[in-house]
Structures are given as C-alpha cells and as structure tokens.
C-alpha cells in the first residue's frame, strides 16, 4: 500500500485548508486511516483517525472541532478539512494506514501501530 497526500500550503491565522491522502491499495475500506502531524523540533503527534467504514472519528484534544476526517473509500481518498488554521498548527502532516478496519483510541492515536505512511505535506499558518 502507497500512500500519497496533498494539500498543504501556506495559510493565514483562520484559514482553511483540505488534505487529501489517496490510497494506491485496493482495499481500502479494510484500513483505518489517520493523520499525524510533526512540527520541528517535536515529537510526531495524532491529529485525528477514521475508521475503515467511515463511520468512527476521533480526535486529539487540540482539534477542539476545528478539523474534520473523512474518507471516499469508492475514490481511495482520506481527507482533512482543517478550518480556524492557527500558527501552532504549523506542521507537515502525514496520512498513515493501520492494517485493521478498526482500533481503540489507544491504538488509533499511537504512530508505532501503523504500518503505511504518506511522504508528508507541509502546512506553514502565519500569524
């Protein structure tokens, strides 16, 4: 499995901006997806996972509502629409696949748990 995202840029303080991950398997729907984040100089941290059908989110306490996961399983594609951008949201993201459809909190927010990962895409919000 190839994983391929996109969408990062340069942002404003209350911006927005889309990520997408697209998956090169082709059972996707088998994996639970997730995004992660590594700012310089910090360790790499959970932003938000979604599970194989769609239908279970989660997120880490700092979205705070201000990002949403989802996915296309018909296109492959895992998304990230993160909204009210701030400066210490400034990071590359990376998409990630955990082998199962499924995991608890625990799971879903541990980096070492998954197996794929996207090349990353740099996300710089300016104050």
């Known amino acids: 499995v190839q994983l391929q995202a996109s969408g990062g840029g340069l942002v404003q303080a209350g911006g927005s901006l889309r990520l997408s991950c697209v998956s090169s398997?082709?059972?996707?729907?088998?994996?639970?997806m997730a995004w992660f984040r590594q700012a310089p100089g910090k360790e790499r941290e959970f932003v938000s996972a979604?599970?194989?059908?769609?239908?279970?989110?989660n997120y880490a306490e700092f979205v705070n509502g201000r990002f949403t996961v989802s996915r296309d399983n018909a296109k492959n594609t895992v998304y990230l629409q993160m909204n009210n951008l701030k400066p210490e949201d400034t990071a590359v993201y990376y998409c990630?696949?955990?082998?199962?459809?499924?995991?608890?909190?625990?799971?879903?927010?541990?980096?070492?748990?998954?197996?794929?990962w996207g090349q990353g895409t740099l996300v710089t919000v300016s104050s």
């Open positions: 398997g082709r059972t996707f729907s088998v994996y639970a």
């Open positions: 979604i599970s194989g059908s769609g239908y279970s989110t």
């Open positions: 990630a696949g955990l082998s199962v459809a499924h995991g608890s909190a625990s799971v879903l927010r541990d980096h070492r748990r998954y197996a794929y």
